[in-house]
Structures are given as structure tokens and as C-alpha cells.
């Protein structure tokens, strides 16, 4: 296995907080954070994760998005916006050992936070 750190690519509305709409709409409202959201990102962190986070969000609205981030006490490595609705792929190289998977998703049901996210 290993031993070099894991990155978490994240995205943010219906994953770490309520979606309630459109971006312009998930703006304007105060964000509530879903369950399992914040003990997740403090594993992560205590483990030396590198944190990403996605949003469809546009490019113009990064600093209203990065205050509502800090505002929940969500904290990342790198905010990347402007990633479109439809599906999202990864596409990474399998080390030559092939001793464990390189990329992995999970698809989590919109707005029930991170509570059963299994150990990552």
C-alpha cells in the first residue's frame, strides 16, 4: 500500500452543504453544513489529506463561496470552480505493482452529509 498521502476531491452543494437550488440561491442563503461533514474533513486533515473541493459555482463568486466555506469551518487545499453539472470522471494511471486502485468515487445521496461514508 501506499504511504503517501491521499487526495480527497470534493464537491461542496448537496456534499458538505444543503443544496437548496441553483448557485446563485445557494449564495444567498445561510449554508448548513450536513452530518459527518466536519468530523470527516478533521479525519482527513489528522491523516495529512490534500483536500479539493469542486463547485459548478462560477469563477466570479469565489470569495462569497470561500467566506461561506470558512463561515462552517470547512478548510481545503484547493477550490476549483466553474466544474460543470453533468458527470464528473477520473481518470488516473494504475501503479505498475497493481496492489491497490489509484482512483476511487463515491456517490453520495444529495444533502444527506457524510455520516456513513465509509473510512477512506
Not at 477550490?79 to 476511487?104: E, Y
Request: proline share 5%.
Amino acid at each position: 500500500m501506499d504511504r503517501r498521502p491521499k487526495t480527497i476531491i470534493c464537491d461542496i452543494d448537496g456534499t458538505l452543504i444543503s443544496h437548496h437550488g441553483n448557485a446563485y440561491q445557494q449564495l444567498m442563503r445561510e449554508p448548513e453544513i450536513l452530518p459527518g461533514v466536519l468530523e470527516k474533513f478533521e479525519q482527513w486533515d489528522r491523516r495529512g489529506y490534500n483536500i479539493i473541493l469542486i463547485t459548478g459555482r462560477r469563477e466570479n463568486w469565489r470569495e462569497m463561496t470561500e467566506k461561506q466555506l470558512s463561515s462552517i469551518g470547512i478548510f481545503y487545499d484547493q477550490l476549483i470552480m466553474g466544474v460543470g453539472g453533468g458527470p464528473r470522471v477520473l481518470i488516473n494511471d494504475l501503479k505498475p505493482n497493481k496492489s491497490f486502485p489509484t482512483a476511487i468515487a463515491y456517490n453520495l445521496i444529495r444533502n444527506e452529509g457524510m455520516k456513513n461514508l465509509e473510512d477512506i
